[in-house]
Every structure is written in C-alpha cells, then in structure tokens.
C-alpha cells in the first residue's frame, strides 16, 4: 500500500491483511508517525517520494518479493468475506492472472450502493508478471496484459476514504478536478462554455435520479451535489487549460 500522513487509518488496513505473506508500505515522506505505526506492525516500509498515483503503485509492486500481488490503499480494509474468498484461492487449480473485487464506500457512516458508487470493480489482486498499473494521473487503475484472464471476487474491499464534507469538498478541490482536467486535456478533450455550465446539472441527474442515489439518503443527495461540484470544477479547470493553450499558441 502506498501512505503519506495515514497515522490514523494505516494500522487498521494492515490488520486487515495481516493474513498476507509480506507487507509493504510505500510511504511518501509522511510528517506524522505513519512510518512508526506501519514498522511496529511487521511492515516493510519504503521511503519514496512522491511519483504520482500511478507511479507509486507501480513502485510498490516493483518493490515486493513475491509476485502475487494484493494492491490495498491506506483508507481501505479487506472485509472478513474476501479475506476467506481470497485465501481459499491458494487451493485453486484453474489459471487466473488476476481479480476484480468490489469496493464498498462508506459515506457519514452509511455504506453507499447506489449512485455509482457501488460496486465500483477494482483489479487489486493480480500476477505482476501479467500488467502493470496505467499511467493516468487520476482514477488509476491495473491494466493486465492481452489475453489475461481476470475473474470477479464477491467478497468487498471498505473504503472510508472521506472524513465528511470539508474533506470531501477539499480532496475535489485540491486533487479530483485538477487532476481530472489535466487528464482530459492531455489526452486531448474538449470542453466549451456551455459545457461548463451544464456539467454539474447532468452529473447531478445522473447521480441521484438515474443511478439511484436517492435510495442513500440525505448521504446519497450530498454525494449527487458534490459530484456536480466536480463536474463543473473539471470542466471549468479543463476550459482554463484550453484557453491557456491557445494564447500560448497564438
């Protein structure tokens, strides 16, 4: 798992694979004791600066002995389900490179199923000889070689990625949209005023009315009006970037 300033989540996702034969921490230069907590626990702990979300997963599989590897954030846990589910592999006779497991967000103290949060199929378990992690910079993600062959899990991964709505507000802010929008521009998407402008209302009908997110809660309307937050603020940073572009280039 990679880490930077995680002293109160890391020990709770390490116990929760403590089952694993090996456990790295890559740790960011973390300002906490977050490096402290990881090594108390039997973790090898890795200082690498960092290299950008993809890159340091990258570096952390790079980094471990065996080549099955299990990818887990620091705000994440494995539940007791997929901790038999994946132990039960180890007797497995069929050839499989990797597996997808859901992820099951928890959001003021709810578990979210709808809104497209759920089941939100992560490839977390999977033979390193068989693919590397993308280069994206945002929403990164194992891409396994052609012709791998990946099979889902049931058992949930818990992620308890957003302490309430100052965080969630913060972490679209500072990482999210910026993120999102140099993505997009990268890869060369487009956006308009008018885009801009409708971004947040579409991301808000999609989220609440057609993806059900109404069936949350209060907790599923606030994740419908922070994802239209991050739908304009995307749009909105993607739109500067373009504008930027073209009075560089005029």
Not at 19 to 33: C, L, N, P, R, Y
Not at 144 to 162: A, R, W, Y
Not at 204 to 226: E, V
Request: proline share 3%; charged share 25%; with cysteine.
């Amino acid at each position: 798992m990679i880490a930077f300033n995680e002293a109160d989540k890391i020990a709770d996702a390490i116990g929760s694979v403590s089952w694993a034969d090996e456990i790295i921490v890559i740790d960011s230069e973390s300002t906490d004791t977050t490096r402290e907590i990881a090594a108390d626990l039997g973790a090898k702990v890795i200082v690498q600066p960092w290299l950008g979300f993809s890159e340091q997963k990258q570096f952390a599989v790079d980094s471990a002995e065996n080549d099955w590897i299990f990818s887990l954030d620091a705000d994440e846990r494995v539940s007791d389900h997929l901790r038999e589910e994946i132990l039960a592999l180890r007797s497995e006779t069929d050839h499989v490179d990797g597996y997808r497991i859901p992820r099951l967000s928890f959001y003021m103290n709810r578990p979210i199923r709808h809104g497209g949060w759920y089941p939100d199929r992560q490839l977390r378990l999977f033979d390193r000889r068989k693919g590397k992690w993308n280069r994206r910079l945002v929403h990164e993600s194992m891409e396994m070689n052609k012709n791998s062959i990946v099979k889902n899990l049931t058992g949930d991964i818990l992620h308890l990625s957003i302490d309430g709505p100052e965080h969630h507000h913060r972490m679209i802010g500072e990482r999210y949209a910026p993120l999102a929008a140099r993505q997009m521009f990268e890869s060369g998407k487009k956006t308009s005023v008018p885009r801009v402008m409708t971004a947040g209302c579409f991301a808000f009908i999609r989220s609440y009315l057609l993806q059900a997110g109404f069936l949350d809660g209060f907790p599923g309307y606030c994740i419908a009006r922070f994802s239209a937050h991050h739908a304009f603020l995307k749009h909105l940073l993607l739109w500067e970037l373009q504008m930027r572009s073209t009075e560089k280039n005029s």
